[in-house]
């Protein structure tokens, strides 16, 4: 009985907030009482968190220091996100090394899990862009945050009266299937992943 007055009270609080409109939602700011503003669109994080085709790419994602990046309501990045399937067929998993050790060599379990954690930090980083948003009606190059590490995008032919990310092919050989706004940024589901060597 007290769960369904409080409903009454709270739901038309939240009903009465449009999309488009900026709700202030007191007392969730970093200080006690500083309220925060949303703006109708979820973050970059809100996204990968409720995107189940996408849960491995994000389970690798935040157990790393970079994944602040999807929480920042400043920050501005394109997320470039393998889906399930397409981490799946991979040869060699992300947070394997992409040249196997010699037989012989033996690493200790501190060694492993930092070589491990270096591996995956590498593969994340290829999949984000530090720029949102990004043109994909014409040919063109960016900058992953992983150092050296360039992604390509061409225009295939496709419907002209589809959005201009549905023609982009990445690396020449992986498609965008779905695409998702956020406050802080774009994220493209992807067939395939980012190669790395």
């Known amino acids: 009985m007290r769960l369904h007055l409080l409903s009454l009270l709270v739901l038309p609080l939240f009903a009465a907030a449009h999309t488009e409109e900026q709700m202030v939602l007191p007392g969730a700011g970093k200080e006690p009482f500083e309220p925060v503003v949303y703006s109708g669109k ?13 849960s491995i790419f994000f389970s690798y994602a935040r157990e790393l220091e970079i994944s602040q990046i999807f929480s920042d309501p400043n920050a501005r990045s394109t997320v470039l996100v393998p889906t399930n399937k397409a981490i799946i067929a991979l040869p060699r998993k992300p947070h394997e090394d992409s040249h196997p050790l010699d037989g012989g060599v033996v690493l200790s379990e501190a060694e492993f899990d930092a070589m491990s954690k270096k591996n995956v930090e590498r593969w994340v980083s290829a999949h984000i862009i530090p720029k949102s948003p990004i043109s994909l009606g014409t040919d063109g190059e960016y900058e992953t945050l992983l150092s050296g590490k360039n992604v390509t995008f061409t ?4 419907d002209a009266n ?24 774009v994220m493209y589901l992807l067939d395939g992943t980012v190669k790395l060597d």
């Open 42 to 54: 979820p973050l970059l994080a809100d996204l990968l968190t409720i995107e189940s085709t996408a």
């Open 155 to 158: 225009v295939a032919k496709g």
């Open 162 to 185: 589809k959005p201009e990310w549905t023609r982009a092919l990445l690396d020449d050989s992986v498609r965008l299937i779905g695409m998702k706004e956020a406050s802080n940024g």
